[in-house]
């Protein structure tokens, strides 16, 4: 009965061990992961507000061409306005700048893959090891 006790409470400490040994494991992927998101999250708040600044200049532009194009329909019976041009100009222009903030902004997204690749790395390299672990012990 003595024996059966001992293989009991070594049972249990192999359990408890082995639960300790997994938490660790999750806990240190987990770091690799915030700290890998952490600096994928750096690039979006650079990204994200440019994208922002480039919408709202597209609409402007977008308000300012359909403005033109107002004007060139009321004017088509009475010729054309000097401040028909202008509206063109702006709009133009802001299109312009939109589209260097958005081209910018997605350079940006390109060049910094957002894919946390170092913690699928380590997973992988876990899944390795786990599966060769697997087949030594079936051996």
Same mark, same amino acid.
């Given at each position: 009965? $003595?024996?059966?006790? *001992?293989?009991?409470?070594? +049972?249990?400490?192999?359990? =408890?061990? &082995? !639960?300790?040994?997994?938490?660790? @494991?999750?806990? $240190?992927?987990?770091? *690799?992961?915030?700290?890998? +998101?952490?600096?994928?999250? =750096?690039? &979006? !708040?650079?990204?994200?507000?440019? @994208?922002?600044?480039?919408?709202?200049?597209?609409?402007?532009?977008? +308000?300012?061409?359909?403005?033109?194009?107002?004007?060139?329909?009321?004017?088509? @019976?009475?010729?054309?306005?000097?401040?028909?041009?202008?509206?063109?100009?702006?709009?133009?222009?802001?299109?312009?700048?939109?589209?260097?903030?958005?081209?910018?902004?997605?350079?940006?997204?390109?060049?910094?893959?957002?894919?946390?690749?170092?913690?699928?790395?380590?997973?992988?390299?876990?899944?390795?090891?786990?599966?060769?672990?697997?087949?030594?012990?079936?051996?």
């Amino acid at each position: 009965m $003595t024996d059966h006790t *001992i293989q009991e409470r070594s +049972l249990s400490e192999v359990v =408890s061990e &082995l !639960k300790l040994e997994a938490r660790e @494991f999750v806990q $240190t992927r987990m770091q *690799i992961f915030k700290q890998e +998101l952490g600096t994928k999250a =750096s690039v &979006l !708040k650079m990204a994200v507000p440019l @994208f922002a600044l480039a919408v709202v200049f597209a609409w402007v532009g977008f +308000l300012a061409i359909t403005a033109l194009l107002a004007v060139v329909i009321a004017n088509a @019976f009475t010729g054309m306005a000097g401040w028909m041009w202008a509206f063109l100009i702006v709009g133009g222009a802001y299109f312009i700048i939109a589209g260097l903030c958005a081209a910018f902004a997605w350079g940006e997204l390109k060049q910094r893959s957002l894919v946390p690749k170092h913690t699928l790395q380590v997973l992988k390299q876990d899944q390795i090891w786990l599966r060769n672990e697997a087949k030594s012990q079936t051996a």
